[in-house]
């Protein structure tokens, strides 16, 4: 008979519906959804007495009382953490581990998780430096990235896209101030941010926005690939990435990724893309200049890096190797 695993998640993007795929492989799946900070406390209840093991992704609301329910009956749990949960940077309000009660509540689960995973290098350094974890108690899987676009398109058009939910948070976290005011140094290139629009503050990137910017609103899977295809170049001019990833499917699709020299983006980037240092419209915009110089050649060289370093079948290996170690170890 098939472990059962109860999957413990807030929201439902691609890189949590991939793991949860992964897991389906060899074990049966319970979907434990909790959008808000409010459980259901009778459905964890039940849900953590039927599974032989609690998984979830990030320390937070989400995740606490299935995490410590687990604990106190002795299930092993196995946590995604890295991003909003283990950052802290308060210049600009980001990161559960500037202090409060979510600080508390995501150390309390982290602690009583019997295996942690993050995905990155610099997440796990992040947790060192952020929180009283010992490294040695999370293992490196970084994310695998599916190849939904074959051989990258012969010739793309001279645009930068950016993609991204746009609302107070965002407009410094992942840097789309930043994008909008760039393209007034590159008229000839177009600038497109496509995300949803989560509050006003879309209003102040149209106040912003010269005659080359173009902002979607929220697009399709179809649409958002065909803007990947589209474009030569990918920005992610983010103050915090764990991953980016984003990023790398840009670079499936062949666009030369623009992204600041700080967090997890080098270690994804390698050096098949172009670094900037800081978030100021002309450095971005230099970037942008660059990356259209690397041209196709750049385009297939980003392309391989991401099919080289972060396949899927290694995110496979990585997560059913913990789960099996949280299971019999």
């Known amino acids: 008979m098939k472990k059962r695993i109860l999957f413990v998640h807030n929201s439902n993007p691609s890189f949590v519906q991939i793991d949860r795929t992964i897991l389906a492989e060899r074990y049966e799946i319970e979907d434990l959804r909790q959008p808000g900070r409010?459980?259901?406390?009778?459905?964890?209840?039940?849900?953590?007495?039927?599974?032989?093991?609690?998984?979830?992704?990030?320390?937070?609301?989400h995740t606490f009382l299935p995490f410590t329910l687990a604990w106190l009956v002795r299930k092993p749990?196995?946590?995604?953490?890295?991003?909003?949960?283990?950052?802290?940077?308060?210049?600009?309000?980001?990161g559960y581990q500037i202090g409060g009660l979510r600080r508390h509540a995501s150390r309390w689960i982290m602690r009583r998780?019997?295996?942690?995973?993050?995905?990155?290098?610099?997440s796990l350094g992040e947790i060192e430096r952020n929180t009283p974890i010992s490294p040695t108690r999370v293992t490196v899987v970084h994310l695998g990235v599916p190849d939904?676009?074959?051989?990258?398109?012969?010739?793309?058009?001279?645009?930068a896209l950016t993609v991204g939910g746009v609302n107070e948070?965002?407009?410094?976290?992942?840097?789309?101030?930043?994008?909008?005011?760039?393209?007034a140094e590159l008229p000839d290139v177009r600038f497109t941010l496509a995300g949803a629009w989560l509050?006003?503050?879309?209003?102040?990137?149209?106040?912003?926005?010269?005659?080359?910017?173009?902002?979607t609103g929220w697009l399709s899977q179809d649409e958002l690939e065909a803007g990947y295809r589209r474009a030569a170049v990918y920005v992610q001019a983010s103050r915090h990435e764990g991953f980016g990833l984003a990023v790398a499917e840009a670079m499936l699709a062949g666009c030369v990724p623009v992204v600041?020299?700080?967090?997890?983006?080098p270690e994804v980037v390698g050096d098949a893309g172009v670094l900037i240092e800081s978030q100021r419209a002309e450095d971005v915009a230099a970037g942008v200049r660059r990356a259209l110089e690397l041209g196709a050649e750049g385009g297939l060289r980003a392309r391989e890096r991401i099919l080289g370093s972060f396949p899927m079948e290694r995110r496979r290996e990585g997560i059913l190797g913990v789960v099996e170690e949280a299971l019999h170890g």
């Open 38 to 61: 409010i459980p259901n406390p009778l459905r964890v209840i039940r849900g953590v007495a039927r599974a032989d093991l609690v998984f979830g992704w990030w320390a937070s609301w």
């Open 77 to 94: 749990s196995v946590l995604i953490v890295g991003g909003f949960d283990t950052a802290n940077m308060p210049e600009i309000g980001f």
């Open 113 to 122: 998780s019997k295996r942690l995973v993050t995905f990155s290098h610099f």
């Open 148 to 159: 939904s676009f074959g051989e990258p398109a012969g010739s793309k058009e001279r645009e």
């Open 169 to 183: 948070r965002t407009l410094v976290q992942k840097g789309q101030l930043a994008f909008v005011q760039a393209a």
């Open 199 to 215: 509050d006003d503050s879309v209003e102040r990137l149209r106040d912003l926005a010269a005659e080359n910017v173009l902002l």
């Open 260 to 265: 600041m020299n700080a967090t997890a983006m």
